[in-house]
């Protein structure tokens, strides 16, 4: 498994949230050496598939961002499928419940130590109170975050995916040890766009985030590589 980083752009996470996959090739390339770990999400993986993992892992270690979330037997089955592109980190839905979780899992141990990091995606960082209770989820986002983690990580999950505003939460709820992957991420000033619980590189990491998550503050920018530079440059180790 992937180890956690100790500081500086090792912690940054570019989101490659592109159709187009020489455009996610191109961002690769510049912004490879400015970060630990390059994001596939869903948008490039229903693009482009299996060989956009493979020609972005040319670069670094890839984060195969696509919220898995059925019932056990499917999710385990499609770890199986993912698991020969080798990704280093894998997301599932925190949601899917225990079974779900056990059974990705114990699929992932089939890699042997090469095995991804299976993250369990907490409640989305675009939601606020209202979009939570809108579900039927009464309490707020951070009492629905810490119970999801918990029950994720007695599951099998080897961390969590959660915002800013619960990453010290989570670390006095469950040590040093979960990996902790935070989106939801904005250097000072940048616009916010549909994330709701922010918060700047720098207070993620102070929180206890391992690795944070950037994506349009990064690709938007006309020179993505100096703007991963200038997070880099203020991020705490
Ligand atoms: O699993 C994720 O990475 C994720 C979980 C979450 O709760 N919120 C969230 O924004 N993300 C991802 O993190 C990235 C954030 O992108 P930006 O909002 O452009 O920085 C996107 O690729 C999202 O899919």
Redesign the pocket.
């Known amino acids: 498994m992937l180890a956690k980083p100790t500081g500086g752009a090792a912690r940054i996470i570019p ?1 490659l ?1 592109t159709g187009d996959l020489a455009r996610a090739e191109a961002l690769a390339a510049a912004l490879a050496g400015r970060c630990g770990v390059l ?1 596939v ?1 869903l948008e490039l993986f229903c693009a482009a598939g299996g060989p956009a993992v493979a020609a972005i892992a040319r670069h670094a270690p890839v984060f195969l ?1 696509l ?1 898995l979330h059925d019932i056990p037997n499917t999710v385990a089955g499609a770890l199986r499928s993912l698991l020969p592109l080798r990704p280093a980190m894998v ?1 599932l839905h925190a949601g899917g419940g225990p079974a779900m979780i056990a059974a990705a899992r114990a699929e992932a141990e089939k890699a042997g130590a090469d095995r991804p990091i299976l993250l369990a ?1 907490t409640v ?3 939601m606020d109170a209202a979009a939570l209770a809108a579900t039927g989820v009464a309490d707020t986002p951070a009492e629905q975050v810490r119970r999801l983690a918990k029950m994720a990580v007695a599951a099998g999950a080897d961390g969590l ?1 959660c915002s800013p505003r619960e990453a010290a939460l989570l670390r006095a709820d469950l040590g040093p040890g979960p990996a902790l992957v935070v ?3 904005r250097p000072p000033g940048s616009d916010a ?1 549909d ?1 709701a619980r922010i918060a700047t590189p720098a207070e993620a990491v102070a929180a206890g985030a391992d690795w944070i ?5 990064i690709t938007g920018a006309p020179d993505p590589a100096a703007a991963a530079a200038a997070i880099a440059a203020g991020i705490p180790d």
Do not use: I
């Not at 998550?213 to 503050?217: A, H, L």
């Open positions: 989101a949230d994001k999400g961002d919220k997301t995606v989305l960082t675009s995916v989106p939801g991420v766009g994330q998550v950037v994506g349009r503050p």
